[in-house]
């Protein structure tokens, strides 16, 4: 790194934040030695979007209740449902379901994409995805 020109103008400035706040000099150098057990996929919460299925056709003005079933090691944090790429919302707390009506997302068409992403309180996060139709 020392021949790098950008060095110097990093190195001195960390170097002196690291004395600042009581860091050990040469922290860079202090190797971890333990091993991450909790971010791995084996432990992402498990999700099973329950409704709506790709068997039924909804009506575009009906309230269509999202419903999944999740399993997680760890406490869930917050679960994000989006449709089409469409933001829809979010819940923090049981039950992990949510309501829309379809009419009432901007790029919504006759075959959609409901996506939901779920972490929990370690950072995990996991993501499924289905196809639902609307019917014209």
């Known amino acids: 790194p020392y021949t790098d020109p ?5 190195e001195i400035p960390v170097q002196q ?5 009581g860091l050990p ?6 190797t971890p030695e333990g091993f991450d057990n ?11 979007i329950v ?9 575009r003005t009906q309230k269509l209740i ?3 079933n999740i399993v997680s090691n760890f406490q869930i944090a917050r679960v994000d449902f989006f449709v089409n790429g469409t933001f829809l919302g979010s819940v923090h707390s049981l ?3 949510f309501a829309f009506i379809p009419g009432d997302v901007n790029n919504i068409t006759s075959t959609n994409e409901l996506r939901i992403n779920v972490y929990d ?6 993501e499924q995805t289905m196809q639902f139709t609307i019917a014209p």
Do not use: R
């Open 51 to 59: 409704e709506p299925n790709a068997t039924t056709t909804y009506d």
């Open 17 to 21: 934040w690291i004395g600042n706040n």
């Open 121 to 126: 309180s370690v950072g995990n996060k996991s």
């Open 6 to 10: 950008q060095f110097l103008l990093w």
């Open 66 to 68: 999202i419903d999944t």
């Open 25 to 30: 000099s040469q922290a860079w150098s202090i």
């Open 38 to 48: 909790i971010h791995n996929p084996e432990l992402s919460p498990q999700i099973t």
């Open 95 to 97: 039950p992990y379901a």
